[in-house]
C-alpha cells in the first residue's frame, strides 16, 4: 500500500550526488529532480535536502593537496554553491518548477539562551512562505561560514531538523545503500531490516564506515532517523543510486529502511529534541527518577529525583538529563538556574526543573 504523505523532506547525500571520482553526477541529479517535480505534481509538497556544495566546487577548481583542509572546504564550497543552485534551478525550470536556495548554520537552530525560539519561527516562516508560493526550497548547511566544531554531523542532521520544525509527515534519506541491514551489507546472508519501530542499539550490528564523500556513518544516520521518528515523522532510508527511487519509496514498492513514527510530538519537544547541541547544563537523576521519566506516565524532572549538577545552566537553557551512568536520557528547558536547583536536590514538594511539556525523552 502506498503511503499517503502531504509534506515530505527528500535528503540527498554525497555518495549519491556525486561519481566516483567524487565530482556531481549530472546525470542521475536531473533524473531524481524529474522525479521530485512528478511527487510535486501529486501535490505533495517537497523541501531538498542536498550535499553536493563541495563536489560542486572541486568540478570546476583544482586546489593543493597541501593547502589547509578548512580553508579548502569554505573555498571549494563558495565556488561550488553558485554551480549547485544553477544545476537544479536549470533542471527544474524544465518542469516548471522555480527552486530557492536556503543556506543555514548548526547556529541558526539554537536558541538565544533564554528559551526564545525567534530565530526558529522566523526560518519556519521563511520556509512555509516558500511552499506557499510552490516554490521548492533548496537546503544545504552553508560551509562557507561553518567551521569544524559548528558544523551538523552531516546533511541528515539538517534534514531531521528541518522535517520537525516543519512538521513534515516523511524524511525520505537517499544514500548508496538499499537500507538499514542486519550485517556487513557486502556478506552474503545480510538482509535490509524494512521495518524499525523500538529503540535499538544500532552500533551491535550496523557498520559505521563512512562514505567517501560524506561526513556521516550509518549509526548516525540510524540515531538521527530513530529520534525523528520518536517526533513522530517517518523516516525512509532508501537507495539513492536506483531507478525511480523517490516514486517507488512513496509507493512502497521497493525494499528499503522505515522507521515507523510514534505518535506526533508538540512543536516545542521537537524544537528540544533537537537541541542537543546547544544545551549548556547537565543534571544527573538516580534510578528511581530514571524509571519514573521513563515510564509511560507523563513526569517531569523533579528536584526529589536530583543527585547532581554536573554542569552550570541558567533558567531558560537547555539542559541535559543523564542517569547515574551518565547516559542521557532526555533534555528539557529548565524552570530556573542552576544555583536554586542545586539547593533542593533531594527536596519533595518542589517546583519542577523541567516541566514536562518543556522535556523531550530519548526513551
Known amino acids: 500500500m502506498a503511503f499517503d504523505y502531504h509534506r515530505i523532506i527528500i535528503k540527498i547525500g554525497s555518495n549519491v550526488f556525486t561519481d566516483q571520482k567524487g565530482l556531481p553526477d549530472l546525470q542521475r541529479i536531473e533524473h531524481l529532480v524529474g522525479q521530485i517535480a512528478a511527487i510535486k505534481k501529486q501535490g505533495i509538497e517537497v523541501i531538498l535536502v542536498s550535499s553536493g556544495a563541495v563536489a560542486s566546487g572541486r568540478s570546476l577548481i583544482a586546489v593543493s593537496e597541501k593547502a589547509d583542509a578548512v580553508s579548502t572546504r569554505q573555498l571549494l564550497a563558495s565556488i561550488g554553491q553558485v554551480k549547485l543552485i544553477n544545476t537544479y534551478a536549470g533542471l527544474f525550470e524544465k518542469f516548471g518548477i522555480l527552486c530557492s536556495q536556503v543556506l543555514v548554520t548548526k547556529e541558526d ?23 506557499h508560493y510552490k516554490v521548492l526550497p533548496i537546503v544545504n ?11 551538523f554531523t552531516d546533511n541528515d542532521e539538517l534534514a531531521g ?18 537500507g538499514l541491514y542486519n550485517g556487513d551489507p557486502k556478506q552474503p ?15 551491535s550490528y550496523v557498520q559505521d564506515s563512512r562514505s567517501q564523500f560524506g561526513r556521516g556513518g550509518m549509526i548516525t ?50 524544537w528540544i529534541a533537537h537541541s542537543e547541541g546547544s ?26 529525583g536530583v543527585t547532581r549538577i554536573i554542569a552550570e545552566f541558567k533558567k531558560g537553557e ?43 525523552l530519548q526513551y
Request: aromatic share 4%.
Open 109 to 131: 537552530f539554537r536558541d538565544n539562551n533564554s528559551g526564545d525560539r525567534a530565530h526558529h519561527f522566523n526560518m519556519k516562516n521563511c520556509l512555509e512562505t516558500l511552499l
Open 141 to 151: 548547511e552553508n560551509d562557507v561560514v561553518s567551521i569544524t566544531e559548528l558544523m
Open 161 to 178: 531538523l528541518i522535517a520537525s520544525m516543519l512538521d513534515a509527515e516523511a524524511l525520505i534519506i537517499l544514500t548508496n545503500v538499499d
Open 189 to 203: 546472508g545480510s538482509k535490509v531490516i524494512e521495518e524499525v519501530s523500538t529503540n535499538i542499539d544500532f552500533s
Open 221 to 270: 544516520k540510524s540515531n538521527m532517523a530513530l529520534k525523528t521518528a520518536q517526533l513522530g515523522i517517518a523516516v525512509h532510508i532508501a537507495n539513492g543510486t536506483r531507478e525511480n527511487i523517490l516514486t517507488d519509496v512513496l509507493a512502497n514498492k521497493v525494499i528499503h529502511t522505515r522507521f515507523t513514527p510514534n505518535k506526533k510530538a508538540s512543536g516545542k519537544k521537537k
Open 279 to 304: 544545551a549548556t547544563g547537565i543534571v544527573q537523576v538516580n534510578d528511581g527518577a530514571k524509571l519514573a521519566l521513563t515510564s509511560n506516565k507523563a513526569t517531569s524532572v523533579l528536584p526529589v
Open 318 to 360: 537547555i539542559i541535559k538529563i543523564v542517569d547515574e551512568n551518565e547516559k542521557l536520557i532526555g533534555l528539557g528547558i529548565a524552570e530556573y538556574g542552576a544555583d536554586k536547583a542545586r539547593e533542593r536536590i533531594g527536596q519533595k514538594n518542589q517546583k519542577p526543573l523541567v516541566h514536562y511539556d518543556y522535556l523531550y
